[in-house]
Every structure is written in structure tokens, then in C-alpha cells.
């Protein structure tokens, strides 16, 4: 499988970018599709394409000569349009297809915008003739970087439901967790659920980021309807409004820990603390 070519959809973000990484580690041949191949910033030996999932012309020319494909969605941006499976099926043989753990397979109907939304794509994909591979992650440990500027001016992070429990994942793992499936056998029709190693309030995130930079950062509860637009600044209110619904969910039920990374990579998920020690300098 080490002679794939591979196309990452969304390469310049923060796992599209290690996933290019990895997948060239592997052996496999690379190619980024980016809306600004200029400001990209990938490994020199990728091969970088501008496209974009609402541009179908640049989507068919970048999927040109490709085996497989690792689609990372924009969710707020793009709409589940069929037209872009339906685009990869006609270029490459499978696809690994980075969803949400907010999507049940033992629902009728999903909950929330976020999980309708995957649940969405990976239809259109299970409907199709590709061999797929579904990665469900739960909470990135990268959405602590929204608590940055907060950060920045003082000691205290403001926000709702500080005692939410979650399992955050670094992207590092999510993206290795893609390159290994992408570059070996045997996960086809198979649907992953991806965390970290550890259940961590969001009071313990600040408190660990405080740790990490050496300061006696701490976390101040505010309302809901407080913390709407400030925890989630430019997302659609009803996306908004259904990941703080799951951070109260949090709170009654933590998030499970699952074996999967471990068990697909061969390697332990990093700690949330692995996590800030990585991005120490974006809270500086």
C-alpha cells in the first residue's frame, strides 16, 4: 500500500498539514489540495494544488491520478454537497473521511447540527462505490487556542460549564491515525472513534496551560448565554449553540476514552499536557 498517492483535502490546516507530513514518512506520494497554495507552507517535496470543495473543475484536476483520498471537510463553510464524493469516486479507489464523534449509529435521526452534518457525508460515502475509512474524533485539544487572547491579557479564562469532562485528542494523533490507515490494509468500512488518553475538565485545561507557561492561570464560570458568542466567535448559532449543549452534556456524562489510536498507530495518544508543551508559544 506504501505506493499510494494521496490527496489531502484541506492540507493546510492543522491536520491536513501533519497528515502530509506523516503520509510522505510512510513512503506515500503526496499531493495538498489548498485554497492559497502561496501561503500553504508544506514540506517542500509535496506536491501543492489549489482547490477548493465549491470549485468542482479544481476538485476533478486535483484528484487527477490520485489512488486515495483523506477529506477533511470545512463544515461551516461548504455545504454536504454529493457532487464532491461523487467527484472522488470517479478518481481514487477509497477515501478516509475525518468525521465527528457527534455522529450515533444507533439513531434515527442525528442531534445537532455538527453531528447531521458528518453523518451527511459519510452517507453520501457509504453510498458509494469507494472503500472508506470513518476517523470520529472527539474534542480537538487545538479549540483550547480560542482561550488565547484571554490568555494573553491576564490569569483568567472566562467561559460555561468549566467542569465539562472530555477526552481531548491531539492532532498529531488523529492526523497519524489517517496516514496509517491510508498507507496499510485492512480498515476498510470500518468507523473509528478517536480520543485522547485522559478525561480532562476544561478547569484542569487552564489550569494546565497556566503549568506549562508558568503562570497561575484559572478558570472563572460565567453563563451560558455569556459565554455563547465568546467561546464560539464566528461559528453559526446553531452550531454554536449545539457544542455548548455538549459541553453540558459533558458535565452529566464525561467522554469516553477509547483504545483506538493506540491500537491503529502502535503508539500511546498524547496527554492534553504533551498537547500545550507543543503549542507552549501560540498562548504567548
Known sequence: MINEK??????????????????????AEVRA???????????????????D????PSLHSALDGIDSAFLIWPMASVPADPAVVEAIEEHARRIVFLSSAAVRDDVAEQVGPIAGFHHAVEHQIERSGLEWTFL??????SNTLAWTPEIRRGDVVRGAFGAASMTLIHEHDIASVAAHVLTNGGFSR??????????????????????????????EEITPEEALPKMFPGMPTSVAESALDGYAEMVRRPGPITS?????????ARTFRQWVDDHAEDFR
Do not use: C
Open 190 to 219: 470500518t468507523k473509528h472513534t478517536l480520543t485522547g488518553p485522559e478525561l480532562i475538565t476544561q478547569a484542569e485545561q487552564v489550569r494546565t496551560i497556566g503549568e506549562v507557561l508558568g503562570r497561575p492561570l484559572r478558570w
Open 33 to 51: 489540495m489548498v485554497r492559497n497554495p502561496a501561503a500553504a507552507e508544506l514540506p517542500d517535496a509535496t506536491e501543492v494544488v489549489r482547490g
Open 53 to 56: 470543495l465549491t470549485d468542482l
Open 136 to 141: 470520529r474524533p472527539y474534542a480537538f485539544a
Open 260 to 268: 483506538a489510536v493506540p491500537d491503529i498507530t502502535g503508539l500511546p
Open 6 to 27: 494521496v490527496l489531502v483535502i484541506g492540507a493546510s490546516g492543522k491536520v491536513g498539514r501533519q497528515a502530509v507530513t506523516l503520509l510522505q514518512n510512510a513512503g
